[in-house]
C-alpha cells in the first residue's frame, strides 16, 4: 500500500523501527524515533514561527542530517520544501525564492551571509533559519525544537497536495519548478523499493547531493520508507573515506552516477592492492546509476571489476523521478535504460505528430503514471506543452526493442540534422567510449554552410594518454557512418558538468557559439 503521505514514511518506521540506525554521518548515528521526534519538534517550531500551511520552505544545506530533518519537518508543518543547489550564487538562489515566493529559508554557516543579504532584497522572505547556532538574532534549529507548542496538531496532508518544488537544470531558458506531490513522491519510493527488492536490513549510502531528485528519492524517502540505514556522505572526496564508510557500516546498496563508476572502473591499484580494495565492496549486493547516460563502456568494466549488478536506469525531476530500471532478477540489457519501473508507469514513443512508432523506430519519449508531477509551478503554459492528456512528454529521443527495453538515443533538442539526416549524439558517444584512450566525450552540433548542421566532439583523454584527432575521426569511421562522423574533434583537460555529473552541453553550445560570432 502507496503512504498517504511523506510524514507518513517518517511515522511508520518510526514506530516499526524506533531503535534501528536511520542516518550514520560520521561518528553521529541518529535512530528512526529520535529521528521523527526531532522532525516532529521542528515542524512545530516552523509553524510556531510563522510558516503557514502550503508556504514554500526552501532548504539551502549540503548533505547534512540537518538536511533530512528540515525536509520532513517542513513536510510535516504542511508546507513544502524547496531544496535548492548549494553551488548556486547568490543570484541564481534569488531567482528561486524569488519565483516561488519562499517564506523561509533553512541554512548553514557556510551561505548564512548570502540568506540574510537575500532577506533584505526580498519582500516575500521573511524568516532565515540555520542548522546550527551562529549568531543571535537568527533562529536556529535546536532553538525551533524549544519553542514546539503542545497545543500544535499535525497539518492535514492530501496526498495529492504539493510536497516539493524542484527546479530543472533550465537547459533551455530559466529553470522550472516542477510541482511533485506527495503521491508522487511516495509511490516512486515504494516502486523503487520492490523493483530492487529493498528491506530494513539494507544500508544506502549517500554520496550524491540530497537537493537532486534522484538523490532523495532513492538515498532518502526509499530507505526511510524500508527502514533501511542511510550512510550520509558530506561529499565523495575524499573518497578513501567513503570506501571506509561502507565497509564500517556493510553498506548494500550503493547509488551513484557515471563518473563515479568509471573512476572505480579505471582506478590504479597495485596488483597486490587489487582484491584488497575490492573486498571493501563485498557487502554491497547492488548499484544503481542514474542522473545521466551511462556508457556501455563504463557497465561492463565495473561488472567485470567487481562483479555487482550495476542497474542503470531513467528518469527526470518532472517524474519523481525515476521511470525505468533494468531489472534485478531477469535479464539486464547493456545500453538499455531497461524496462518501466511498475505496472503503472506507461511508455510510448511517438512521432512528430504524437502516432505511436514500432519496436526499432526511434521518437519522442512519453510517460504516463502516479509519478508524473502536477505541472511547473505558476506556469500554466509550459505545464500545457509538457503535459498533454495525462502524458509527460520527456524531450527525450528513445526506441523500443522487440522485448519491451527502451534505448535513450539523446535530446530532441540535442538532435543533429545532417543534410536532412538524424544524427544522435550519444550514439557517437558509445562510439567515442570504446576508445581504450578516452576516458570523457562529449558530442554537440554545430552550424555548417553546406549541410545545415555537423557534429563536433570533445574528448577528455585518461591519464598518460596520448592520441590525435586523426586517430580519433579514424577510429569513428570504422564503426558509423560517413554522415555522422565529426568534423573536428577537440581535445579538453575536463568537461562542464552539472552536480550530477551529466555534461552540460549548452555550454559548449554556448561557447561554440561565442566562436562563431568573434
Known sequence: ????????????????????????????????????????????????????????????????????????????????????????????????????QASCLITSRAYVDMAEELRLRLDSLKYVVTSGKIKSGIPDLNQLKKTKSRNLTPAFINPDEPAVILYTSGTTGFPKGAELSH????????????????????????????????????????????????????????????????????????????SVYAILKDIKLPVFLRNFFIRFFHSVRVSISGAAALPVETLKGFQRRFGIPLLEGYGLTEASPVVTLNPLKGKRKPGSIGLPLAAHICLRIVDEKGNDLPSGDTGELLVKG??????????????????????????????????????????????????????????????????????????????????????????????????????????????????????????RTSLPKNTTGKVLKRVLAEEESRKRRA
Open 370 to 491: 502516479p509519478n508524473v508531477m502536477r505541472g511547473y509551478f505558476r506556469k500554466e503554459e509550459a505545464s500545457r506543452e509538457t503535459i498533454r492528456d495525462g502524458w509527460l512528454y520527456t524531450g527525450d529521443m528513445a526506441r523500443f526493442d522487440r522485448e519491451g527495453y527502451v534505448y535513450i538515443v539523446g535530446r530532441k533538442k540535442e538532435m543533429i540534422n545532417v543534410r536532412g539526416l538524424n544524427v544522435y549524439p550519444r550514439e557517437i558517444e558509445e562510439v567515442l567510449y570504446q576508445n581504450p584512450k578516452v576516458r570523457e566525450a562529449a558530442v554537440i552540433g554545430i552550424e555548417d554552410p553546406h549541410k545545415g548542421e555537423v557534429p563536433k566532439g570533445f574528448v577528455v583523454l585518461k591519464e598518460g594518454a596520448s592520441v590525435s584527432e586523426h586517430e580519433i575521426i579514424q577510429f569513428l569511421r570504422e564503426r558509423l557512418a560517413a554522415y555522422k562522423i565529426p568534423r573536428t574533434v577537440e581535445f
Open 183 to 258: 503521491y508522487n513522491l511516495s509511490s516512486n519510493a515504494l516502486d523503487s523499493l520492490r523493483a530492487i527488492k529493498v528491506t530494513h536490513r539494507d544500508a544506502f549510502i549517500c554520496i550524491l547531493p540530497l537537493f537532486h531528485s534522484f538523490a532523495a528519492t532513492v538515498c532518502m524517502n526509499l530507505p526511510l520508507l524500508a527502514g533501511s540505514k542511510i550512510v550520509l556522505m558530506k561529499s565523495i572526496r575524499p573518497f578513501k573515506r567513503v570506501i571506509r564508510a561502507i565497509r564500517r557500516n556493510r553498506v548494500t546498496v550503493f547509488v551513484g552516477i557515471p
Open 1 to 100: 500500500m502507496i503512504p498517504q503521505n511523506l510524514p507518513e514514511i517518517l511515522r511508520t518506521s518510526s514506530h516499526k523501527y524506533p531503535r534501528r540506525t536511520a542516518i550514520v554521518f560520521g561518528q553521529k548515528k541518529i535512530s528512526y524515533r529520535h529521528l521523527y521526534e526531532t522532525a516532529s519538534a521542528v515542524a512545530g517550531g516552523l509553524t510556531e514561527l510563522g510558516v503557514q500551511k502550503g508556504d514554500r520552505v526552501a532548504l539551502l544545506l549540503d548533505n547534512c542530517p540537518e538536511f533530512i530533518i528540515s525536509y520532513y519537518a517542513i513536510l510535516m508543518a504542511g508546507a513544502v520544501a524547496v531544496p535548492i543547489n548549494y553551488m548556486f550564487k547568490t543570484e541564481e538562489v534569488k531567482f528561486i525564492l524569488q519565483d516561488n
